[in-house]
């Protein structure tokens, strides 16, 4: 286990060593979850396992937990979203190793030069984001505020409705 995270790691070594990583990792240098995120002050609760899956295969069984505060898409107030990530990633070199995977993981092609750790976290947060975020409709401020607008009067009459009648009855003549 790792008290501190490491900035860049070698997947395939770590899979053959049978390492573990678990730590905290700040949001806030992550730049394209930015976009989506209401604050970027929190961050992440992660856990790597590395080792030898089915057929031999190198993978990563990565957990990630926290909250996200993301921006509610009918208000852009902020909603408060629970991450929860479980996958077991395979971990890959060529792509026609892509093809002979179980169907059960998820492929991770891994160059041969170490990987950050923290675009293998952002990249897996990226896709677990739901694709609209909303507060639901009781806690919505937007909602709300339709739910509660006053109903429309009757119509009013127009200005000139009284000169297009005025108008009919001469053409009437």
Not at 57 to 71: A, E, N, P, T
Request: charged share 25%.
């Amino acid at each position: 286990m790792s008290a501190r995270l490491p900035v860049h790691i070698d997947p395939i070594r770590f899979a053959d060593t049978c390492r573990s990583i678990e730590g905290s990792m700040p949001l806030l240098g992550m730049d394209r979850l930015a976009n989506s995120l209401s604050s970027a002050d929190s961050s992440v609760e992660i856990a790597l396992d590395f080792g030898l899956g089915e057929r031999g295969f190198r993978i990563m069984d990565l957990s990630i937990r926290g909250s996200l505060q993301l921006v509610c898409q009918r208000c852009l107030g902020t909603v408060d979203w629970p991450l929860t990530i479980n996958s077991v990633v395979a971990l890959v070199r060529t792509e026609a190793q892509i093809e002979r995977l179980p169907d059960h993981y998820e492929p991770l092609l891994v160059e041969p030069q170490p990987m950050q750790l923290m675009a293998i976290v952002e990249d897996e947060i990226l896709l677990a984001l739901p694709v609209v975020a909303f507060h639901p409709e009781e806690q919505c401020q937007l909602a709300h505020a339709i739910d509660n607008r006053p109903l429309p009067k009757e119509e009013e009459p127009r200005q000139f409705a009284a000169l297009a009648q005025l108008k009919d009855q001469l053409k009437k003549r």
